[in-house]
């Protein structure tokens, strides 16, 4: 069989928990930049206008950041999907093999 391919749904899985794991990520950046836009001391005396300045970009940053989340969380469902679709078919192809041992073993 040299066509064919060999899939491991397991590698599947891990891959998918490793893009939530990146995820992840994105959520801290999210939740340290919030902190920092309403925090005026973030930046120091000298510098606590900076806040005011970047509490707008923060609103962008968000929605791009919000947008790569999303897009992480179809990229995990859909490698799930697929390492179960995976299985379903090794599942289903050992049955069928099972049953035609089974018949010539009559």
Known sequence: MGDGFAVDAEQIRTHAHHVEALK???????????????????????????????????GRQDELIAYVEENLSLAVAGLRRTAEGYDAVDDAAAILISRVESQLDR
């Open 24 to 58: 992840a990520r994105f959520e801290a950046v999210k939740a340290a930049s919030t902190h920092i836009a309403q925090d005026d001391a973030a930046y120091g005396l000298l510098c606590g206008w900076i806040s005011g300045i970047l509490e707008s970009k923060h």
